[in-house]
C-alpha cells in the first residue's frame, strides 16, 4: 500500500469515527482525542488531516451531502411517474439514514449549525420535493384541487419529523413506517387513475444498491490497523428493504 493509500484510508477513517461522535454526543461534546482513539491513530495524525474540529466537521457533512445528493438526483433522472419516484426517494434516503453513520451524523451537524456552513440540506430536500411534486403535476398525477406547494409542505413536515424522531428511535426509518405514510398521502395526493399502481412501500432497487459515503463503505476506508466498527447503538439489525428527512 502507497504512503497516498494509507493517507486516504486515515482520512476516512477519521471521518467515520468523528461522525460517531457527532452523532452521540452532537459538535459541542464531541472531543477530537476521541475521533482520532476511534480511528486508532494519534492527535498528529489528525491534526495532519484536519486543523480544528470544525475541519472536520465540514468534512463529515460533506461526505454525508454527497451521498445523499446521490439518493435524490436519483429520484429526479429515473423514469416512470413522479409520484412513484418521490415515493421511492423518500425510501432510498431512510435507508441511506439506517446503513450509514456519516449520512446521520451530518444531518444532525446541518440542523446544529455549528458555525461555518457552506451548505443547506433542508432547502436541497425541499427543492427536491418541489421538482417532483411540479413534475406530477405537469404531468397530470395530482388529484383535481391538489397543488404542489401546499403538497410539498406536508411532505416535508411528514418526512423531517421522521428524521428527527429515528435519532431516539430508529424504528421511526423502517420500510413499514414510511410505507403508512404513503398509504394515508396517496390517495389523497394521487388522481384516482394513478393510486392502484403507486406503490407506497417503495419500488426501488434492494439495499445492497444503496449508495453510501465514502468514509463508511467498507474495512477498505479504515486506517491501518483499524477495523470496521459497528454504526451507532440503535440501528436497526436487519437491512432496510427498499428517506427521508433532511433537517
Keep these: 500500500m502507497t504512503k497516498q493509500d494509507r493517507a486516504v484510508r486515515t ?30 491513530v494519534s492527535s498528529g495524525a489528525l491534526h495532519f488531516h484536519f486543523a480544528n474540529k470544525a475541519a472536520v466537521a465540514e468534512a463529515v457533512e460533506h461526505e454525508a451531502a454527497g451521498a445523499l445528493r446521490a439518493a435524490a438526483g436519483h429520484g429526479r ?5 413522479a409520484l412513484q419516484r418521490l415515493v421511492d426517494v423518500t425510501h ?19 440542523a446544529e449549525e455549528y458555525g461555518g456552513r457552506t451548505r443547506d440540506l433542508r432547502r436541497e430536500w425541499r427543492e427536491c420535493v418541489q421538482g417532483l411534486l411540479a413534475e406530477a403535476e405537469g404531468r397530470g398525477e395530482l388529484a383535481a384541487g391538489v397543488t404542489p406547494q401546499r403538497t410539498s409542505a406536508v411532505v416535508l413536515a411528514a418526512t423531517t419529523g421522521i428524521e428527527v424522531l429515528a435519532r431516539e428511535d430508529q424504528g421511526w426509518l423502517t420500510r413499514p413506517s414510511l410505507t403508512d405514510l404513503w398509504h ?13 399502481a403507486l406503490d407506497p412501500a417503495g419500488s426501488g432497487p434492494t439495499a445492497s444498491g444503496t449508495p453510501v459515503s465514502g468514509a463508511a463503505a467498507g474495512g477498505a476506508a479504515q486506517a491501518e490497523p483499524v477495523e470496521s466498527g459497528a454504526d451507532a447503538p440503535g440501528v436497526p439489525a436487519q437491512p432496510y428493504a427498499v428517506g427521508f428527512a433532511l433537517r
Excluded at 454526543?25 to 475521533?35: D, P, S, W
Excluded at 433522472?77 to 411517474?81: C, F, L, N, W
Aim: proline share 3%.
Design 11 to 40: 482520512r476516512l477513517a477519521l471521518i467515520r469515527s468523528a461522525a460517531e461522535q457527532f452523532e452521540a454526543r452532537g459538535y459541542v461534546r464531541a472531543c477530537l482525542a476521541q475521533i482520532s482513539a476511534g480511528a486508532g
Design 77 to 81: 433522472d429515473a423514469d416512470g411517474s
Design 92 to 110: 432510498h434516503v431512510a435507508r441511506l439514514l439506517c446503513a450509514d453513520v456519516v449520512v446521520r451524523a451530518g444531518l444532525r451537524l446541518n
Design 184 to 196: 394515508l398521502l396517496l390517495p389523497c395526493l394521487a388522481a384516482p387513475r394513478l393510486v392502484a
